[in-house]
């Protein structure tokens, strides 16, 4: 009777690990938005070593001092401020700060934080370590890209377009590539009804930082997951995955591309740029 059984149990061991091996988790923090009490500043690393190389920072400043940050050796820096108003102050130029603005100091080794009068600033701090093919890599790209303060509101960026997006979509590149080796940013923005359509990308690993009002649903393979404003989530690097928005609700987030190498940029040609019509 044994051996008759011990092949049926085998097999149902066998599809359950599979399933489990096959439904990743999707790893999603929110973000606190209050202060503790009689607190200035708070600072708490988010989703800690889910991606290699990188180092992802929740800040948030109020009252008067200003915050020195610097960039440490054999790393680059971005800034996204998704909440509250501030100044940005980089080798003596101030930049106004508004929700969802994006800042990368480049060569400037050291910038001052500020935030505006009864205000408070939130942002997140990403640490990129850059490898030996991404020093070579910074080498070549254009000196306008790696010298000068790169310094964008969301809204002024560049839209496109792309095949898994609705015409409803409103997409644009908050950071394009060449700036900082294998990286690469944008925002998705639509009311639903809406969705983003299955896709996969195994060249890259990806983080959403939901923003104001943002309130979807995210799919990996056999996971789903909510992504509320304020929000950071970890794509499963190669899973399926897809993104809904219900009736009268709104998909605002931050996508943000760290590619395993420079060859998995092709990815971005998916991208097309919408044309200004002339004037």
Not at 150 to 170: A, G, L, Q, R
Not at 180 to 186: D, E, T
Not at 237 to 255: A, C, D, F, I, N
Request: proline share 6%.
């Amino acid at each position: 009777m044994m051996r008759k059984s011990f092949p049926v149990v085998l097999g149902a061991f066998l599809v359950t690990t599979m399933m489990s091996l096959h439904a990743q988790e999707i790893p999603v923090e929110n973000l606190n938005t209050l202060l503790p009490q009689y607190s200035q500043q708070y600072a708490k690393t988010i989703l800690a070593d889910e991606i290699k190389g990188i180092q992802v920072e929740h800040i948030a400043l109020t009252g008067k001092n200003a915050v020195l940050d610097a960039t440490a050796p054999g790393h680059k820096l971005i800034y996204l401020f998704f909440k509250g108003n501030g100044t940005v102050n980089a080798a003596g130029t101030d930049y106004a700060i508004v929700p969802e603005t994006i800042l990368l100091p480049n060569a400037v080794e050291q910038i001052k934080v500020s935030t505006a009068v009864n205000d408070t600033l939130h942002y997140l701090r990403i640490a990129s370590k850059l490898s030996k093919q991404d020093l070579i890599d910074l080498e070549t790209f254009p000196k306008e890209n790696t010298q000068q303060v790169y310094y964008k509101k969301f809204t002024d960026c560049e839209p496109y377009t792309e095949p898994i997006k609705s015409p409803n979509t409103v997409s644009r590149t908050i950071m394009p590539n060449k700036i900082i080796p294998r990286i690469a940013m944008g925002t998705v923005q639509t009311k639903g009804p809406d969705k983003v359509d299955p896709h996969e990308h195994p060249m890259l690993e990806q983080l959403f930082l939901g923003l104001s009002e943002n309130d979807v649903i995210v799919y990996a393979d056999d996971e789903h997951t909510p992504l509320e404003e304020y929000a950071l989530l970890h794509i499963p690097l190669g899973s399926s995955h897809s993104v809904t928005v219900e009736k009268e609700k709104v998909m605002y987030y931050v996508w943000m591309d760290f590619f395993l190498d420079a060859k998995g940029e092709e990815w971005l040609k998916t991208h097309q740029v919408i044309e200004k019509e002339n004037e």
